[in-house]
């Protein structure tokens, strides 16, 4: 017997997730899964990432516990408004070997067909990772030749002294960081540099 998980989702505080809930259930008992457990985010936009709905962030995590078979939601837009989103979400069920069911569009991965839609969609994932990879690189492309420096701007001289009398003075290395403004492993890195120094002189 599958191990169904139930994902739920409205928009607005007002709204109910009760049909969303009863019409999956009959689904889950039509077609012999256990309900293993049930995620529910209430009052969340499904623009809203990953880090803004709680409960679609722990059906993510639970999935590749593998704490279930497969997930189940009433429809696509229950699950996310952005195709981005979306996509990346088929694309990690797919590496996990978790099966999906969409009741209003009739996508069933337990099936056949609705493995070859699976695969579909992990094509279509990566062709989206290539898309993307290849704007970056244009875009750094275009940034170099336009002589834009890239990384992350160099530490000032004047902040160098500034770490390098608070350690001769005998200051922690996290108060230098915060009195300077500088995180505490780029603090570890100019006075390793600076002993470096040290030593080869």
Known sequence: MKRAAIYLRVSTKDQTTENQHRELQDCAKNAGWEIVAIYEDHGVSGSKGRDQRPEYDRLLKDATRRKFDVVMAWSVDRLGRSLTDLISFLDELHG????????????????????????????????????????????????????????????????????LTGKANGDSLRKIAKDVGLSLGKVHGIIKAEQELETAT
């Open 96 to 163: 996990l070997d978790v099966d999906l069911f969409l009741h209003k569009q009739g996508i069933d991965t337990t099936t056949a067909a609705g493995k070859a839609l699976f695969g579909m969609m992990g094509v279509f994932a990566e062709f989206e990772r290539a898309m993307i990879q290849d704007r970056v690189k244009a875009g750094l492309d275009r940034a170099r030749a336009n002589g834009t420096t890239l990384g992350r701007p160099p530490v000032s001289n004047k902040k160098k002294l500034a770490v």
